[in-house]
């Protein structure tokens, strides 16, 4: 076997031999096909896999609840009153921030209002928000929504940073364009880490920087971010972002996400926020009084007391993801998987996939997203078509394949068969 031969089953067999984390395969549960063959899941950037320390915590979780009832809150290795308190140093280092400035609560969209109660205040001269064309849907209905909410109109208080014609990614020049003309008009600006259509990641650290220095909040959703890419929102100075932590974190459809707050913040009582009793200083939240006094931290924001089925499950991902020796490690792996991908599919396909997603590994995660670009067949037909071999990849309109093959559960093999698989479809 030539070095160079990288379209072969033995050279994805030396990869996955030389991989240091191998092994973190065997802590999930990977789905299987009719055949009873695994499943080639590259859909990590949509629904993690199930993590089996997370089914452990869980079902740990289910038993204290059958055996103590009310007495869980207080007994036990992870009692439940201060359960979320177990999650946050892994969740803040796992997105760069200090443990005061971090909290897992609520849900992403859910999180991106409560973040917007606080830090978007429009003033008359300064009420606009910027946020991206191609905005996750959710996130555009919840800043629209903040707009009228205000009473301020849409047309004039929403402004968009557009992809130029036709092309897919976003151009900087743009959006320091939009900036150089708004900036003083502008309250907030609420971007993606990693746009979940083309795989871009953004320079979160330049954006909050030019945008300070207009006096622009920044908050980022970080939905496809984090658990993908290295992250530091301390030292990057930004306001406030917002995860979900079904995706790349791998903790069940709707569980609890997270939220960061930048510790220039967590301290402020006079900033605006919409209170609940759990966001009301420990010590003295039971004496059931009427005057808030928050948590001079991230977890001043809480609403409710948390649903700890759920965490649990957070936990036993965080688990793993310190077992595998944390985002450093995993971003390492990742590196080297999405670019084999990306090296195969040139080599075996050319033209025939057109890769939107940046060449440039600084700008991309894990996911690659493809467009088929073959006479007479259909993106979505491919994708089909791929199901029915085994691949689970996801499809996005208008005309996407997503493929993210994720450094804890997907292996060498899975990239080189995907990739022969496509080309035997095609
Ligand atoms: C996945 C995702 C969401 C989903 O929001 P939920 O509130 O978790 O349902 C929102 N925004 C972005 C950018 C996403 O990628």
Not at 97 to 123: C, D, G, I, R, W
Not at 129 to 137: C, G, Q, R, S, Y
């Amino acid at each position: 076997m030539l070095d160079n031969e990288i379209n072969t089953l033995n050279y994805a067999l030396a990869l996955d031999k030389a991989d240091p984390i191998a092994h973190m395969r065997e802590h999930f549960a990977i789905p299987k096909q009719a055949s009873g063959e695994n499943e080639y899941y590259f859909t990590g950037n949509s629904l993690g896999l199930q993590p089996k320390l997370a089914r452990e915590a869980v079902i740990e979780l289910l038993d204290a609840w059958q055996q103590r009832g009310v007495k869980g809150h207080f007994e036990g290795d992870f009692p439940w009153m201060p359960y979320h308190e177990f999650l946050t140093e892994q969740a803040a280092e796992i997105v760069g921030a200090l443990p005061k400035e971090v909290v897992m609560m609520n849900s992403l969209t859910a999180n991106l209002h409560f973040m917007m109660a606080s830090f978007y205040q429009p003033a008359k001269q300064r009420s606009k928000i910027l946020i991206e064309d191609h905005a996750f849907p959710s996130d555009h209905y919840a800043v629209e929504s903040q707009l009228k909410h205000h009473g301020k109109d849409v047309e004039n208080n929403l402004l968009l940073w557009k992809p130029r014609d036709g092309e897919e990614l976003l151009n900087y020049d743009d959006l320091w364009q939009i900036i150089a003309q708004h900036g003083d008009e502008i309250a907030l600006i609420l971007l993606p880490g990693v746009q979940y259509y083309t795989g871009q990641v953004l320079d979160m650290k330049l954006i909050t920087q030019v945008a300070h220095a207009k006096g622009i909040k920044v908050g980022f959703d970080l939905a496809h971010a984090a658990g993908n890419i290295e992250l530091s929102l301390h030292d990057w100075q930004v306001d406030f972002a917002c995860w979900c932590s079904y995706k790349y974190l791998n903790s069940g459809a709707g569980s609890v996400a997270g939220c960061f707050i930048h510790q220039k913040h967590v301290e402020n009582t006079e900033l605006n926020r919409l209170a609940g009793w759990w966001g009301h200083d420990k010590s003295t939240r039971f004496k059931m009084e009427n005057t808030f006094k928050p948590i001079a931290s991230a977890e001043g924001w809480q609403l409710s007391n948390p649903p700890v089925l759920s965490l649990a499950a957070v936990r036993g991902s965080y688990d793993t993801i310190k077992l595998a020796g944390g985002m450093q490690v995993l971003r390492n792996k990742s590196l080297k998987l999405t670019q084999y991908l990306l090296d195969l599919i040139a080599l075996e396909l050319g033209e025939k996939i057109r890769v939107i997603t940046p060449a440039d590994a600084n700008q991309r995660g894990c996911q690659l997203s493809l467009m088929v670009n073959v006479a007479g067949l259909d993106g979505k037909a491919m994708y089909n078509t791929l199901e029915e071999n085994g691949i689970t990849t996801d499809w996005r309109e208008p005309n996407v394949i997503r493929v993210a093959p994720v450094p804890l559960y997907n292996n060498f093999q899975d990239v080189y068969h995907f990739v022969r698989i496509l080309k035997e479809c095609i």
